[in-house]
């Protein structure tokens, strides 16, 4: 069952995904800058360091915005 934190998360992806998404619509940032951001947030949960669980949770990180950029940096499909 989800907990708090799981609702936490998908709200905060939902707000960050309409950000992106108002931020290109209104040409404040080209796409590939928003791309080369989403990498930036994957490469830095790539280069996390921490116990076992702590790395996990952070390549689990970096796998989900990968799939993000993948997706067109769309977080509901």
Not at 24 to 42: Q, W
């Amino acid at each position: 069952m989800a907990d708090w934190q799981d609702y936490s998360g998908i709200a905060a992806l939902s707000i960050c995904e309409a950000l992106l998404l108002a931020i290109k619509d209104r040409e404040l940032l080209p796409e590939h800058e928003i791309v080369g951001v989403l990498r930036d947030a994957a490469a830095a949960h790539d280069a996390a360091v921490g116990n076992n669980a702590e790395k996990d949770m952070h390549q689990a990180a970096a796998v989900l915005i990968n799939r993000i950029i993948a997706s067109g940096y769309r977080v509901r499909q």
